[in-house]
């Protein structure tokens, strides 16, 4: 069982930054994939990134890449996501989630998800 709290999300600019955090419960953290998704309002959840249960690996959606980076410690169980150069159309409640993926890790089969963090991005 792994439960996970998202936190970080606020309101910045456009141009800002953030750094969205995810806090993971349980031993068994570093043996999952977690990705970071986001859902904007009348829309579907989308994959935003995803990193391997070693690091080593990490996939973004092309709207981000450049733009965001996700990165975990397995020794303090977090997952982060630096977002720079914000722009509106990231507006959106950001999900963190934990999983398993077989050889590419943007391929993610959920396991768990986080509460949502809010990220409002203004012109």
């Known amino acids: 069982q792994v439960q996970l709290v998202a936190s970080g999300g606020g309101l910045v600019q456009t141009g800002g930054s953030l750094r969205l955090s995810c806090a993971a419960s349980g031993r068994t953290f570093s043996s999952y994939d977690m990705g970071w998704f986001h859902q904007a309002p009348g829309k579907e959840r989308e994959f935003v990134a995803a990193?391997?249960?070693?690091?080593?690996?990490?996939s973004y959606a092309d709207s981000v890449k450049g733009r965001f980076t996700i990165s975990r410690d397995n020794v303090k169980n977090m997952v982060f996501l630096q977002m720079n150069s914000l722009k509106p159309e990231d507006t959106a409640v950001y999900y963190c989630?934990?999983?398993?993926?077989?050889?590419?890790?943007?391929?993610?089969?959920?396991?768990?998800w986080g509460q949502g963090t809010q990220v409002t991005v203004s012109s």
């Open positions: 990193i391997s249960s070693s690091g080593r690996t990490t």
């Open positions: 989630a934990a999983g398993h993926s077989d050889d590419d890790v943007r391929r993610l089969r959920i396991d768990y």
